[in-house]
């Protein structure tokens, strides 16, 4: 198993700039798909980016691309998401996930390890 903890989140004003950052612990960090999801008020959870074990392939959902970026670092057992000129409707709680196997996959039932969240708040 792997334990995951994000941190990095808070408040910040439209167009603005946050990074999160999604430790984890247990078992070999570079045998993991690391995705990043997110939450709203009264929404289901949604895909945001993933990237893959080595780090060499990046998926991104429509609203984000070109404005956060998905990293990892195996050395540190850490993933990244970057998040550039941010909007309101960015408002959310901000989970990591990972997956076993080597697909990037965008469903948050393919991810079986999840944070606990941290909260992002854009203000207009």
């Known amino acids: 198993q792997v334990q995951l903890v994000e941190s990095g989140g808070g408040l910040v004003q439209a167009g603005g700039s946050l990074r999160l950052s999604c430790a984890a612990s247990?078992?070999?960090?570079?045998?993991?798909?690391m995705g990043w999801f997110r939450q709203a008020p009264g929404k289901e959870r949604e895909f945001v980016a993933a990237?893959?074990?080595?780090?060499?392939?990046?998926y991104y959902v429509d609203s984000v691309k070109g404005r956060f970026t998905i990293s990892r670092d195996n050395t540190k057992n850490t993933s990244y998401l970057q998040m550039n000129s941010l909007k309101p409707e960015d408002t959310a709680v901000y989970y990591c996930?990972?997956?076993?196997?080597?697909?990037?996959?965008?469903?948050?039932?393919?991810?079986?390890?999840w944070g606990q969240g941290t909260q992002v708040t854009v203000s207009s």
């Open positions: 996930a990972a997956r076993t196997g080597i697909f990037i996959l965008s469903k948050t039932a393919s991810y079986p390890y």
């Open positions: 247990g078992r070999s960090f570079s045998g993991y798909v």
């Open positions: 990237i893959s074990r080595n780090g060499d392939n990046t």
